[in-house]
């Protein structure tokens, strides 16, 4: 069946590191891709998606493509910043519109 | 607007009870999901309503979880009686009907924790 793979984490860095969470995926058809951050003491908030091959979805200064030819969907941001620190959820979803999440990655982010 | 509310935030009950959790959705969705996160794993789909009926219910790991949405407004998602393996937190989300990719949006969670 379809499936969700992440990085582990947690992941630490710095105050204006690079960022690059990896997600793979394994799907039948063509799903959409999502990336999804949990805040500490919060509800699951969309950040970014893409729903066809080669599309960049971008927000807050994150990005993600979605390359079909290494079924990736790799989260990246130039400069992290302190607010950043959550949890980072990739998913997928196909016709019916029901979500598959990966493990989910820890970002903390230092000052 | 009202986001998706989920009720209670956490509860913590003794294996073999009852507890009842609730899911009221933004106001006109009809498509609404369950999910858990067991400890640090994967959310998983439990299922999936439009309005009232049940769409999907694929992901319900047992006869112990019933979830209903009488009048296909808000939901309850019933545990009985709880087991360990049952701890984790529970997510509602809602979404319009419709075009395929409508954003889902989620609920804060209800923590279980079955002791």
């Known amino acids: 069946g379809d499936s969700v793979t992440q990085m582990e984490g947690p992941v630490t860095l710095s105050e204006e590191a690079f960022l690059t969470i990896n997600c793979t995926y394994t799907?039948?058809?063509?799903?959409?891709l999502f990336w999804y951050v949990q805040y500490p003491g919060e509800g699951l908030q969309l950040l970014l998606k893409?729903?066809?091959?080669?599309d960049k979805g971008s927000n807050k200064g994150f990005e993600a493509t979605y390359r079909k030819e290494t079924t990736s969907f790799h989260l990246e941001k130039g400069s992290v910043q302190v607010s950043d620190s959550a949890v980072y959820f990739c998913a997928l979803s196909g016709a019916t519109n029901k979500l598959i999440f990966g493990t989910g990655t820890l970002l903390a982010v230092q000052p | 607007e009202a986001g998706v509310t989920q009720f209670p935030s956490h509860s913590v009950i003794e294996k073999g009870q009852t507890v009842t959790l609730r899911c009221d959705p933004i106001?006109?969705?009809?498509?609404l999901y369950w999910y858990r996160r067991v400890m640090g794993k994967e959310i998983k789909f439990l299922l999936h309503f439009v309005k009232e009926s049940k769409q999907d219910e694929s992901g319900m790991p047992n006869n112990r979880f019933l979830a209903e949405r009488t009048g296909g407004t808000y939901s309850t998602l019933k545990v009985q009686p709880a087991e360990l393996e049952d701890s984790g937190v529970y997510f509602c989300?809602?979404?319009?009907?419709?075009?395929?990719?409508?954003?889902?949006?989620f609920g804060q969670g209800t923590r279980l924790t079955v002791v």
């Open positions: 799907a039948t058809g063509y799903p959409s």
């Open positions: 893409a729903t066809k091959a080669d």
């Open positions: 106001s006109g969705h009809d498509n």
């Open positions: 989300a809602s979404s319009r009907q419709g075009q395929r990719n409508t954003e889902a949006f």
